[in-house]
C-alpha cells in the first residue's frame, strides 16, 4: 500500500472516528423535536428547527470537540424558553390579542432571561475560550428555546432572544473586561 493511500485511509478513519464521537449530540434535538410536538407545535417548523438544531450541534462538535459543553448547556438552557410558554397556556392563559402581550410575551422575556443567566454563569466559569463557549450556548439555546416562544408569535422569539442576551451579556462582559 502506498503512503499517501495509506495517509488517506488514516485521515478517513479519524474523520470518521470524530463524527462518531460528535453523532450522540443530535439526540437531544429528538428529545426537544418531542417535546415540541407534545406542546402543539407544528410539525413542520419541528421538523425544520430540530434538523437543524441537530446538524449543528453535530458540526459544533465535529468541528472543535471543545463545544461538546457548551452545545450540552445550550440544549439545558433551552427547556426554559420551551416549556414556559406552553405552562402559562395549560393554566387557563387563552393567547388572544391583548392579553397575549400581558403574560405570554413577558414570559418568554423571562424564560430567556432564565436561560441566558445559566449560559453567563457557567460561560463564566469555563476555563478557556469563555466568550466562544457562552455564543454557542446561546445560540444552542435560542434555536431550541424558539419552538416553545413561536406560541406567541415572532414577538415571543424576539423577547426571548432580549432576555438571553439580557441574561447573558453582564457576565460575558465582564470577562471580556477582566481580560483587558
Known amino acids: 500500500m502506498a503512503p499517501i493511500e495509506l495517509h488517506s485511509r488514516a485521515r478517513l478513519a479519524y474523520e470518521l472516528g470524530r463524527l462518531r464521537a460528535a453523532a450522540p449530540l443530535a439526540l437531544p434535538a429528538l ?5 415540541a410536538l407534545f406542546i402543539g407545535r407544528p410539525p413542520a417548523l419541528v421538523a425544520s428547527v430540530c434538523a437543524g438544531l441537530a446538524v449543528l450541534s453535530v458540526a459544533l462538535v465535529f468541528a472543535r470537540s471543545h463545544h ?3 452545545v450540552r448547556l445550550g440544549l439545558l438552557a433551552g427547556v426554559a424558553p420551551l416549556v414556559l410558554p406552553f405552562a402559562v397556556r395549560s393554566f387557563g ?3 388572544t390579542g391583548g392579553a397575549c402581550m400581558e403574560l405570554c410575551l413577558p ?5 430567556g432571561l ?3 443567566l445559566l449560559v453567563g454563569f457557567r460561560a463564566a466559569d469555563a476555563a478557556a475560550g469563555r466568550l466562544s463557549f457562552g455564543l454557542v450556548a446561546a445560540l444552542i439555546a435560542g434555536l ?3 419552538l416553545g416562544c413561536t406560541l ?19 457576565l460575558l462582559l465582564r470577562e471580556q473586561l477582566s481580560r483587558g
Open 107 to 111: 414570559t418568554c422575556l423571562v424564560a
Open 144 to 146: 431550541a428555546g424558539a
Open 31 to 35: 428529545l426537544v423535536a418531542a417535546a
Open 152 to 170: 406567541v408569535g415572532s414577538a415571543g422569539v424576539l423577547g426571548m432572544i432580549a432576555g438571553l442576551a439580557l441574561g447573558s451579556a453582564p
Open 68 to 70: 461538546r459543553p457548551a
Open 93 to 95: 392563559h387563552l393567547c
Open 114 to 116: 432564565l436561560a441566558g
